[in-house]
């Protein structure tokens, strides 16, 4: 029984360190073979033997144990039919709500304000004026606003975002913009949190606006209509 238990173990040990090796070789292979693409955030053991699931930039691909082999598209267990790369996507893009730096964020009381919701979003971005007239339609909500203006999509959005926060009122020129197109004043400067954001997002995986985080945790992404929005902030 003795020596079994030391079998087991060693080849436990074994497996650990075949796994690490895999995870060393697909990183290794990503980064010298998808030079452009974005950091590789984590490699994880797939349900199918030799098959690895590696999330980067937001995506998740699969692929060998050596990263000779690319495979794109989802992951499906035929006898739950469950969606395994949604289900894990869902699970990865889960954020801490309470640890969000709120200080770095324009907060909007609609009412009471008992229910939050987090939203990274770009003052440029039309997806996220169309989400601020759904938000109109909320009550009892707390907003609290990332300014994260996509440059290389909209060039004048940085700085509108930073117009924005150095405004007297944030709240109030935030909204003027985004629900009647009222520029903020230009001219000021201060210390402004826009690069902090965008370093914050990378970091959560957030790429495009609007990106919602419910108090929950879970993420949404667009322009969710209000009578959705208010249905899971209900939770029905």
């Known amino acids: 029984m003795k020596r079994l238990s030391i079998l087991l173990l ?4 074994l497996s650990s360190l075949a796994a690490h090796a895999d995870e060393a070789a697909i990183r290794q292979a990503f980064a010298e073979r998808y030079a452009k693409m974005p ?3 984590s490699v994880v053991a797939t349900p ?4 690895y699931e590696v999330y980067a930039g937001g995506q998740m691909v699969y692929t060998d144990e050596k990263g000779d082999h690319l495979l794109i598209g989802s992951l499906v267990d035929t006898r739950s039919r469950v969606n395994l790369t949604q ?3 869902d699970a990865i893009k889960t954020v801490k709500f309470d640890s969000l730096p709120f200080d770095k964020a324009i907060t909007l009381v609609k009412g009471k304000g008992e229910r939050k919701i987090a939203v990274f979003s770009d ?4 997806f996220c004026k169309k989400l601020e007239k759904e938000l109109a339609n909320l009550d009892n909500l707390t907003v609290h606003l990332f300014l994260m203006p996509l440059a290389e999509l909209h060039p004048q959005a940085v700085g509108i975002a930073k117009d924005i926060w150095c405004a007297e009122d944030r709240a109030k020129a935030w909204s003027a913009y985004m629900l009647e197109g009222k520029k903020p004043d230009s001219g000021k400067t201060c210390d402004h949190p826009v690069d902090a954001i965008a370093s914050l997002a990378g970091e ?3 790429s495009g606006t609007p990106a919602i985080i419910l108090s929950n945790g879970r993420r ?3 322009a969710i209509p209000a009578a959705k929005l208010e249905a899971m902030l209900s939770g029905s």
Request: glycine residues 12%; aromatic residues 0%; contains cysteine.
């Open 48 to 51: 199918i033997p030799g098959i």
């Open 10 to 13: 060693s080849l436990l040990a």
């Open 123 to 126: 003052p440029d971005c039309p």
């Open 220 to 222: 949404l992404e667009g």
């Open 204 to 206: 959560l995986g957030i």
């Open 39 to 41: 950091p590789v955030k």
């Open 87 to 89: 289900q894990r996507m």
